[in-house]
């Protein structure tokens, strides 16, 4: 199943704040992602198996390198008011300080150290161009991007040294290879337990 797009929100209808209002109201059904992308709040169905797997596996390896007062969030809201953007990203590495509180709130983007995203065939392009413009305009200093689709094969690829709207590649391994995470982790991500993908 497909992401949905639910509600268009014109270009200065109300700014930021009435952009993040409608994004924290979207009634999304139970497991049901929503995100405010470029003004569209869209509703991204429950992942699947392959990505819960993938997931555990990224998050259990950085609980042994992240100081005790960072937290690794998933369904944290991450805001991006310049690309009018509330992105939640699978995985995000924010000290604990920049969670906030309350239900439907969400953390200035910038507040993230590394944001992680696992590609789904509906969410691969979005997340390839969108989320890593988005991710970098708001200085997020690492953002990695598991591809299970992408054209030469699945690979994991670490983003870094944002500027503007753009990243550069610090590095692109296939599933099965190590890839390393530069400082504040300075450690190997093993990525052999993704092979389950094609399970």
């Not at 997931?55 to 690794?72: C, K, N, S, T």
């Not at 944290?76 to 009018?84: K, Q, S, T």
């Not at 970098?136 to 503007?164: C, I, K, M, N």
Request: charged share 20%; hydrophobic share 40%.
């Amino acid at each position: 199943m497909s992401a949905r797009r639910i509600e268009q929100v014109p270009a200065g209808a109300g700014g930021w704040a009435d952009l993040a209002r409608r994004w924290a109201e979207s009634d999304a059904p139970e497991g049901w992602r929503a995100e405010l992308i470029e003004g569209t709040v869209t509703l991204s169905p429950p992942p699947d198996r392959r990505h819960h797997i993938v997931l555990d596996q990224i998050q259990r390896q950085l609980y042994a390198a992240i100081p005790p007062d960072w937290g690794i969030y998933q369904r944290l809201g991450l805001a991006v008011p310049a690309c009018e953007g509330v992105f939640v990203p699978d995985l995000a590495v924010v000290p604990k300080r920049g969670v906030p509180r309350g239900e439907s709130a969400y953390a200035p983007a910038a507040e993230a150290r590394m944001t992680v995203e696992v590609t789904s065939r509906a969410s691969a392009h979005r997340d390839r161009t969108t989320k890593a413009a988005g991710y970098a305009l708001a200085g997020v200093p690492l953002y990695v991007l598991v591809d299970g689709w992408a054209s030469r094969g699945p690979s994991v690829t670490l983003y870094g040294t944002p500027e503007g709207e753009a990243y550069r590649v610090l590095g692109t391994v296939g599933f099965g290879a190590d890839l390393h995470l530069p400082e504040p982790f300075d450690m190997p991500l093993a990525t052999g337990a993704f092979a389950t993908w094609a399970a």
